[in-house]
C-alpha cells in the first residue's frame, strides 16, 4: 500500500514510530501529485519546494519530540484563504496575481500544527457554484470518473482528498460547498457552526453564511482536522468563545439513547431514487446501531433557495464592491477615464457567474427594493432557523441526502444556472441558520459515483454530528475505497 493512500491517524502512528519520516511521505504525495494531475487539475498553485521544506523541519521537530498534532501531514488548501507569501487567486483572474501579506488565522493554526502545505486547490470563482466549473484557471475533475463534476465550490479540496494528493484540505462552506463535493467525491465534508472556526483572512463570499471546515478520507480524521482549526480569535469579530472539546472524544461505537430526525421535507418529488435508496439503507445501519429515528418537519426548507439566492448575493455585491482595479488585483490599462477603468477591469476580471450574483445582489439591496426582497429573505431566514431550533428540542440530530442527485457530467448545465442553483436545496438551510453539517459517503450510483449521507445538529453539537458519523462510516465499511486513477 503506497503512504499517499493512508489517513492521518495511521499516518501519525507510522511518523511517531519511525517507521517513515514527513520527508517520505511529502515526497510520497508529490510522486502521486505528478502522475495523476493532468487527470484531476486539482491544483491552481503548486509548491513542491516548500512542501518538502517544510517536511524537513516537520522531521525534526518528530525527531526531538516536539511537534504539533499535525506534524508532517500533507493538506491542501483552497485557494481562497490568505497565505503569506503563496498567491490566493479565489479561481478569478481579477486576482490571478495576488500575493498575500498575512496568513489566515486557519492557515496560522495549522503552521502551528506543522501540517505540510502542498498548495492552493482550484474552486469556483469567489466559491460562487456548486460544480468548480466557474474557475477561470479549468474546474477539477471528480477522480471517480473524470468525465463528471467534483461538486462545488470546494471542489478542488475534495478532489484532492479523494485522489489521495493529499491527506487533508481545508474548504468553506457558503450554502453548501463543502459537504456537495464530498458527497460527490466520496469523503467527509464538516461545515461547523458559524464561529466556531475564524473566518480571519477567509476573503469573503457572503460574509453571514461562510464558513470555513475540513474535508478528509475518514471521520476521525476530520475530528483530528477539527482539533486543528478550531477556536476563538478576536481578529474575527464573528468568532464565538465557545470551549473546544477533544472532538476524538466522541468517536465512540453505538448510538444507544441517540434520537434521530428524519426530515419529510427532504425526501420528496425529484429525489433520484439510486440517493434515496442509500441514505435509506444508512439510516437502517443507524438504527442497528441503537439510535431510535422519528419524523420531523422543517416547513420553511422550500424557501431557502430562494432566500439564500437573495442574501448571498447582496453581501456579495458589497464584497466584491472592493475590486475596482485601483488598490490591488487585475487593472484594465487601455482605458481612457477612470470610469471606463472601472468597467473595464470588472468586466474582463470577473467571471459570468460573478457577474450575475453581483447584479443580483445590487438590485436586491437597490432603493425600493430592499423591503420587497432582502429584508424579506431576512426575516424567512429567521424562520428557518426557529424550524431548527423546535426540531432540536425532540431529536439529537437530523438525516437526509447532501444532494438531490449524484454528480452529472461536466458541462451539462452550464447553460442552465437555475438548474444547478436548485442542486443546493438540501444543504442551503445549515447555512442561513448557521448550524452545523457533516457529510459522510454512504454508497454508491450504478454508475459507480459516490452519495453521502447529510448530519445536521444544534448550534455547537459538532460532537453529536461526530459520533452518529463514525457510526455509520464504522458499519456501512467503504471509506476505504478509492478511486483508480
Known amino acids: 500500500m503506497s503512504l499517499n493512500s493512508l489517513t492521518i491517524h495511521k499516518l501519525q502512528e507510522m511518523l511517531a514510530q519511525g517507521k517513515v519520516s514527513a520527508v517520505e511521505v511529502t515526497r510520497d504525495v508529490l510522486g502521486r501529485i505528478e502522475n495523476i494531475e493532468d487527470k484531476v487539475q486539482a491544483y491552481i498553485t503548486y509548491d513542491p519546494e516548500l512542501a518538502l521544506q517544510q517536511a524537513e523541519a516537520a522531521d525534526k521537530k518528530l525527531k526531538n519530540g516536539t511537534g504539533g498534532s499535525l506534524c508532517g501531514i500533507p493538506v491542501s488548501i483552497k485557494d481562497v484563504l490568505c497565505t503569506e507569501g503563496i498567491r490566493t487567486t479565489c479561481g478569478s483572474r481579477i486576482l490571478e496575481n495576488f500575493v498575500p501579506p498575512y496568513d489566515a488565522t486557519s492557515i496560522v493554526k495549522l503552521k502551528q500544527a506543522d501540517a505540510v502545505f502542498v498548495g492552493k486547490v482550484a474552486m469556483d470563482e469567489f466559491a460562487m457554484g456548486s460544480t468548480s466549473e466557474n474557475c477561470a484557471f479549468g474546474p477539477p475533475k471528480n477522480p471517480w470518473n473524470t468525465e463528471y463534476i467534483c461538486g462545488g465550490s470546494s471542489g478542488g479540496s475534495a478532489a484532492s482528498v479523494a485522489a489521495d494528493e493529499c491527506f487533508a484540505s481545508l474548504g468553506t462552506d457558503t450554502g453548501g460547498s463543502i459537504r456537495q463535493p464530498a458527497s460527490h467525491c466520496g469523503v467527509v465534508g464538516l461545515k461547523p457552526t458559524y464561529g466556531r472556526v475564524s473566518r480571519y483572512g477567509l476573503v469573503a463570499f457572503a460574509s453571514s453564511l461562510d464558513q470555513i471546515g475540513p474535508l478528509t478520507k475518514d471521520v476521525t480524521d476530520c475530528a483530528l482536522m477539527m482539533n486543528a482549526i478550531s477556536g476563538y480569535d478576536a481578529n474575527d469579530s464573528t468568532s464565538v468563545p465557545q470551549e473546544i472539546p477533544d472532538f476524538r472524544n466522541a468517536l465512540k461505537e453505538g448510538l444507544q439513547g441517540m434520537k434521530i430526525g428524519i426530515p419529510k421535507e427532504y425526501f420528496i418529488k425529484g429525489l433520484d431514487p439510486e ?62 477615464s477612470l470610469l471606463d477603468m472601472y468597467r473595464n477591469s470588472r468586466s474582463q476580471g470577473f467571471g459570468g457567474e460573478v457577474k450575475r450574483r453581483i447584479i443580483i445582489g445590487t438590485y436586491a439591496l437597490s432603493s425600493g427594493y430592499y423591503d420587497a426582497y432582502y429584508k424579506k429573505a431576512s426575516q424567512v431566514r429567521t424562520l428557518i432557523t426557529e424550524d431548527y431550533q423546535r426540531v432540536f428540542e425532540t431529536c439529537d440530530v437530523v438525516v437526509s441526502p447532501v444532494t438531490p442527485t449524484p454528480a452529472w457530467k461536466l458541462g451539462e448545465k452550464l447553460d442552465d444556472p ?53 457510526n455509520l462510516e464504522l458499519h456501512l465499511n467503504i471509506s476505504h475505497l478509492r478511486p483508480d486513477l
Open 275 to 336: 440517493v434515496e435508496q442509500n441514505v435509506n439503507k444508512g439510516i437502517e445501519v443507524l438504527r442497528q446501531a441503537g439510535a431510535e429515528t422519528v419524523e420531523v418537519s422543517l416547513p420553511h426548507t422550500e424557501y431557502c433557495v430562494a432566500v439564500y439566492y437573495l442574501i448571498a448575493p447582496a453581501e456579495a455585491s458589497s464584497n466584491l464592491a472592493r475590486y475596482d482595479g485601483v488598490k490591488y488585483g487585475f487593472r484594465d490599462m487601455s482605458s481612457d
Open 418 to 470: 437555475l438548474s444547478v442553483y436548485l442542486s443546493d436545496i438540501l444543504t442551503i438551510s445549515a447555512n442561513l441558520a448557521g448550524i452545523p453539517g457533516i457529510s459522510v459517503p454512504c454508497g454508491f450510483s450504478r454508475d459507480g459515483l459516490p452519495i453521502g449521507m447529510q448530519i445536521q445538529g444544534a448550534h455547537f453539537q459538532e460532537e453529536k454530528l461526530l459520533k452518529v458519523a463514525y
